[in-house]
Nanobody, 126 residues
Framework: EVQVVESGGGLVQAGGSMRLSCAAS????????IAWFRQAPGKEREEVSC????????YYADSVKGRFTSYSGNAKDTVYLQMNSLIPEDTAVYYC???????????????????WGQGTRVTVSS
């Protein structure tokens, strides 16, 4: 059974940092693109980052470039999203998603991804 589980969300003040984790079982992260999506209240789910080791590709949304970094841990079963200089607009439920293939050079549709975690909530206060 393929499972994807996020953790690390919570409350943080504007200007602070937070690291989210995405742990996988049932498949190998190196064979897939691993993306982070977020969904704010009343808004559509949107992609914020993607990494793919096998295809040597990556993607970051303009709204998070220079602030967020996604990377794979040494255990090869966990992907992290390091979030720095957080602003209230980053408040959302964050989801980890996986599918075979490279990252694209523009935002992907959520329907492109087959495997999803349950989400972890990030709240950034002023």
């Amino acid at each position: 059974e393929v499972q994807v589980v996020e953790s690390g969300g919570g409350l943080v003040q504007a200007g602070g940092s937070m690291r989210l984790s995405c742990a996988a079982s049932g498949f190998t992260f190196d064979d897939y693109a691993i993306a982070w999506f977020r969904q704010a209240p009343g808004k559509e789910r949107e992609e914020v980052s993607c990494i793919s080791s096998a295809f040597d590709s990556s993607y970051y949304a303009d709204s998070v470039k220079g602030r967020f970094t996604s990377y794979s841990g040494n255990a090869k079963d966990t992907v992290y999203l390091q979030m720095n200089s957080l602003i209230p607009e980053d408040t959302a439920v964050y989801y980890c998603a996986a599918d075979w293939g490279p990252c694209t050079d523009e935002a992907s549709n959520p329907n492109d991804y087959d495997y999803w975690g349950q989400g972890t909530r990030v709240t950034v206060s002023s």
